[in-house]
T-cell receptor, first 113, second 114 residues
Framework: DGGITQSPKYLFRKEGQNVTLSCEQN?????MYWYRQDPGQGLRLIYYSQIVNDFQKGDIAEGYSVSREKKESFPLTVTSAQKNPTAFYLCASSPSRGDYGYTFGSGTRLTVV | ELKVEQNPLFLSMQEGKNYTIYCNYSTTSDRLYWYRQDPGKSLESLFVLLSNGAVKQEGRLMASLDTKARLSTLHITAAVHDLSATYFC??????????????FGTGTQLKVEL
């Protein structure tokens, strides 16, 4: 079955540490996205990529970095510059044509310890 | 800047009752999506609304879109406990080059009492 896989499901980060969240899709979607969700709030766009080797900042990109070396993969690094990284992170993908909206991964819950 | 507002933010209702969730947005768009999220889980797509006057129905849920009023509604008919979840609307800001750039509302947390 096609879908999006995020790993790990839970991640704990120490102060000053960089961590990388994995996102892999086998839907043959061109576009991929990273969103952050804080408790009781909606989703905010961190970064998105419409094509391999290209990505754009979203609304809250500071303290985060991404890469898109393969169509299937869009990892997110939470750097030490992100002062409040505790949140639920969701990866999504969509076709470049059509208006189907997103398919979401299962999410990674990141906690600073 | 596109703003998407949902109301109510919290909704507690009894089984068998009807209610409507409202989604207002601030700039022109003719593409709107509804998602459901269960606690601690990811988002599940419910409806895709792609034009003014679009209406979609699935079971006890019906969604509509009025692009002139910049308003979408999610109507719940004869609620059942299984509908308890958080519901999000999302408006497409559009992306040249392909894909969708969605701005999400803050969500409506629905609790259906047995």
């Amino acid at each position: 079955d096609g879908g999006i896989t995020q790993s790990p499901k839970y991640l704990f980060r120490k102060e000053g540490q960089n961590v990388t969240l994995s996102c892999e899709q086998n839907l043959n979607h061109d576009a991929m996205y990273w969103y952050r969700q804080d408790p009781g709030q909606g989703l905010r766009l961190i970064y998105y990529s419409q094509i391999v080797n290209d990505f754009q900042k979203g609304d809250i990109a500071e303290g985060y970095s991404v890469s898109r070396e393969k169509k299937e993969s869009f990892p997110l690094t939470v750097t030490s510059a992100q002062k409040n990284p505790t949140a639920f992170y969701l990866c999504a993908s969509s076709p470049s044509r059509g208006d189907y909206g997103y398919t979401f991964g299962s999410g990674t819950r990141l906690t600073v310890v | 800047e596109l703003k998407v507002e949902q109301n109510p933010l919290f909704l507690s209702m009894q089984e068998g009752k009807n209610y409507t969730i409202y989604c207002n947005y601030s700039t022109t768009s003719d593409r709107l999506y509804w998602y459901r999220q269960d606690p601690g889980k990811s988002l599940e797509s419910l409806f895709v609304l792609l034009s003014n006057g679009a209406v979609k129905q699935e079971g006890r849920l019906m969604a509509s879109l009025d692009t002139k009023a910049r308003l979408s509604t999610l109507h719940i008919t004869a609620a059942v406990h299984d509908l308890s979840a958080t519901y999000f609307c999302a408006v497409d800001r559009g992306l040249t080059g392909g894909g969708n750039k969605l701005t999400f509302g803050t969500g409506t947390q629905l609790k259906v009492e047995l």
